[in-house]
Nanobody
Framework: QVQLVESGGGVVQPGESLRLSCAAS????????ISWYRQAPGKQRELVAT???????LYDNSVRGRFTLSRDNVKNTVYLQMNSLEPEDTAVYYC?????????WGQGTQVTVSS
């Protein structure tokens, strides 16, 4: 069993930055693929970025170059550094962990980008 707790969301102006954290607890967390998804009002949940257990990162085109994903396997925490935020980034951001057939979701954290 893995538990995921997101934090770091908030309200910022366009162009500003936020860093989201996903703290994971449970056995074997470092072996999990961790992803961030987001869901804006009235839209489907979409994949934002993924980091493998080995640290390889993949990004959606909409955030590549602005968002950076990293993981600290000692602290069992994954970080999503979000720079140059745009109003279109407004959404609830969810952390997701996957290993083989096991998947887990966090409760989400709200990010609002507004002037």
């Amino acid at each position: 069993q893995v538990q995921l707790v997101e934090s770091g969301g908030g309200v910022v102006q366009p162009g500003e930055s936020l860093r989201l954290s996903c703290a994971a607890s449970g056995s074997g967390v470092s072996a999990y693929v961790i992803s961030w998804y987001r869901q804006a009002p009235g839209k489907q949940r979409e994949l934002v970025a993924t980091i493998t257990s080995g640290g390889r990162t993949l990004y959606d085109n909409s955030v590549r170059g602005r968002f950076t994903l990293s993981r600290d396997n000692v602290k069992n925490t994954v970080y999503l550094q979000m720079n140059s935020l745009e109003p279109e980034d407004t959404a609830v951001y969810y952390c997701h962990a996957r290993r083989m057939l096991n998947t887990y979701w966090g409760q989400g954290t709200q990010v609002t980008v507004s002037s």
